[in-house]
Each structure stands twice: as C-alpha cells, then as structure tokens.
C-alpha cells in the first residue's frame, strides 16, 4: 500500500550500539521504500550517534527526525553518567538495562507531544525495543499501532524470554534441563545461561524487571524480527503460539553503507588485501563491539592462528581487565614479535577497533567467521554463505550459538561464556576442522550456502515471486494502516 501524504513511524531503540544500528537499517529501509518519515527518539548522546550513523544523502536528510528523551544514570546508581552499554562491563549491562524503565514517563509526554501537534495525522504506528515492550501501551493510549522490533534471532529471543520467565535451572538439580513452554528447544546446560538469568531467583530486582517487560509483549500488535522464516522457524512459531500476536520474520535488515564510522583500516585497504588471497582461504575473527577476551586467552588464539599457518583478519581490543576503548598493546597481549611477524609474511591483518564486517564477509576469500553469534553477526555470515566458529560471551549468545550448531548445522562452538580458559590446540583444532577440507567442515559450508540462498530469496521481489520477509512487511503495513483507519472512524464517530 502506496504513503499518502506524510506519514510518520516513531522508532525507539535500547541503547546499545547492536540494538541501535539495525534499528537505523529499518529505518532507512522504511523511508527509501515506503516514503515515511522517521522520528528517532533516544537520549542526547545516543541520538547524536545515529545521527552521525544516517548517511545524509540529500534525499534522506529532511525524512529522519530526532526526539532526545532525558536520562540520568546516575540517578539509578552508576558512578559515571553513561548512555549505552558500549563502555559498561557485562555485569552491568543488566543493571542498565532495568534502569531504562525509568525512561516510561517521559516517553509518554513525548509521544502525546508528539501526536498533539498533528492530531488528524497521528504516527502510524511505533517500533520499540525487546526492552521497551511497555510503549505498546502509551501507542494504544492515543489508538496508534505498535510493534516490538527485535534485533536478536526468534529462537535465542525465544530461550532467553522463556529461560527468563520459567527460571528452569532453579527447579532442577540437574545440570541439563529443557523449557516448559519451548520443548522443541531442546536441552539446555546450565553454562548457556547468561549471568542475568543466573541472577534472577523469580522475586530479587532482576526478576521483577523481566516480569513487568517480558510479559508485555502480550500487548503490542506485531513482532517484526530481524529474521528470515525459512531459517528461524522454530522461534517464530514459538513466539506466535505463546503471544497469540502477529510474528513476522522480516529481515535480513543489514547496515550496509555505515556513515561516520571510526575505522581502524580503510575499507579499500582490507579489500585490496583479500583481493591478494586465495579463494577460501582467510579466517575472519571479530567479538563484536561490547566484548573482548581475557589476557590467557587472546594469547591461546594468537598461537592458534600462528600454528595454523592461514591467513586471518583479526579485530582486537583490549583483553578484560582493561578499558576497552583505549589503545591496544600488541606487544603485552600478544607473543612477542606476533604482529611484526605477521606483518611480514603478509599473513594477517590485526585490526584495532573496527573492520569492514559486511565486505569481508562478502569477499570469496573469507573461509571462516569466529564470532561472539550474535545475532547480527550471525546474519551477515550466513547472508554470505561463511560458516561460523563460535564463542559465544553474553546474554542470548549461547542459544544463538547451539541453534547455528544443532539445528542449522552451520557452526561449532569453540568456547563458552567469557571466563573459560584453553589451551590454543583446542582452538587449532576448530580452525582446522573448518578450514582444511574436513566432512563437518565442507559440510558446514554446503549448509551455510543453502542458507544464503533462503536468507536472500526472503527479501526479493521479483515476478511472480515474493519472498517471505517482503511478504511479512506487507503485512506489518497492512495491519498498521487499517489499526489508523479505525482510530480515524471511531474518532469521527465521537
Ligand atoms: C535437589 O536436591 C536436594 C538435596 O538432595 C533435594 O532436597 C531437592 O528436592 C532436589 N530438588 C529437585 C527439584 O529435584
Ligand atoms: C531472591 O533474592 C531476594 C534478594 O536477594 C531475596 O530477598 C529473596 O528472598 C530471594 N527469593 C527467593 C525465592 O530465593
Ligand atoms: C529462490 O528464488 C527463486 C525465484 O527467484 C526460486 O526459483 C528458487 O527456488 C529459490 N531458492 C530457494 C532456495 O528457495
């Protein structure tokens, strides 16, 4: 269905740099597409960031506007006033995220503003975060549509809502359990759990939190994933049968042309460099932008990658117990003369900060992925047809990383959780399995290949064939417009 004059979305992410920036590809997609304007609210800081994310094109620049909504950190306690979970260390991510319930109140004034000043053009519908389920009812409120956006995979979502809600593991003494609600997830060990499901004991804080949020997701209209049906079918159908809601798998929703990004290597450098290489032949290793490893075990991985002998790109950042952000020390966290080493035999390239994920993964001579799985990680790997080693560190990663593994056949777990500790022959023995020619590694990749075909089918529209996510938006639209429709009648009616 066609925009007819101008007509709004509200988006409201959690902030978080990976909750952020798919938020802003939906966004972009939404406007180039379907010709709606976009109004971003988020807190000062972050909203100076997705700004900077927005590439200005002329064409876009007056289509995104910014709504800043106040927070104070340190009102619930943290020591320094922060805005996202980039700068936080992983038991404080949780900390933070019940914190922004706060952000309830004056998302309401904002929103009634908002519909105020164009009360026979009300927004047709907001888009918020897994953790901002409770906007759906401030959008019924003033009769407008509302859909949670999630940025993370049906089936992880669904372990982590699930595992949340139910606490398995406190009703067991066993190490393994399964689901109540979810027994096609399987068995699930007590290490997948991410520290903030550990923490929960169904009444503490942490507990109540989840209760109010969670359950909420009952209210909205819609769940939109950053998914595609044909390869995360399980959770979907998990989440249409708990919510008894529209769930809709409408990814992949991929960054593409990232503005204003601090890059620690040009993206022309980094394809010029794969370009030398053989098909097939360069591993590609990057946590993601919230973790890092410990000291012992960036160690084990450079002596990994050494042994190995393969070509890599490596993302690094500074190993745990260090500020993440500041410089990275090649010569105390890595062997000594690794990096000049490397450097000679033109073997590797040691990245600070941030590479071009999307054109590596792109590049023929990517073999392997060695990823945190999250999710958009997962997406961009497998939208590429790369297998996965995973290692999984935080929050529904663990359940990513066994779906990727179990049911889709597309990766092997090489660690778990941030505190383990290896040796580097276990960690050669993965890279090997993946990279040299092994049945579960020629496997892994026929599997991946197949599911690069799905994940790109989903979005395509072509005659005579619609794929299933492009199906899915036109639904979500459908559904939003005719909600506006209604409101408008029962409005005249009064
Ligand atoms: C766990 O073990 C304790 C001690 O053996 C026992 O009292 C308790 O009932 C067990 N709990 C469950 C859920 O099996
Ligand atoms: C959960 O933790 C809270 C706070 O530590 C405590 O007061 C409460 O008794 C605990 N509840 C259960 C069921 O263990
Ligand atoms: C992808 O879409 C094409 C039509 O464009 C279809 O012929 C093909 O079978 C689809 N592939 C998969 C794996 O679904």
Redesign the pocket.
Known sequence: MANTGESNIVMFPFMAKGHIIPFIALALEIQQKRGYTITFVNTPQNIIYIKSSIPQTQNSSSSFRFLEIPFSSSYHAFALEIENTDVLPFNLIFPFVQASYSLKDSFRSLFCGLVKKQPDNPPLCIISDIFFGWCAEIAHEFGVFHAIFSVIGAFGMGVYYSSFLNLPHKKTNSSEFTLPDFPEASRIHISQLPYSIHEA????SISEYVQKVLPAWKDSDAILFNTVEEIDQIGLLYFRRKLGRPVWGIGPILLTDRAGKQTGITKEFCMKWLKTKPTKSVLYISFGSQNTLLPSNMMQLAVALDKSGKNFIWVVRPPIGHNIDSEFEADKWLPEGFESRINEENRGLIVRKWAPQLEILSSKATAAFVTQCGWNSALESLGNGVPLIGWPMAAEQCFTCKYLEEELGVCVEVARGLACEFGNEHILEKIKMVMSGSDKGNDMRRKACEAKQLIQNATKVEDGFKGSSAIAVGEFFNAALLKKEEAKLKSLKI
């Open positions: 004991n169904g009444s503490n």
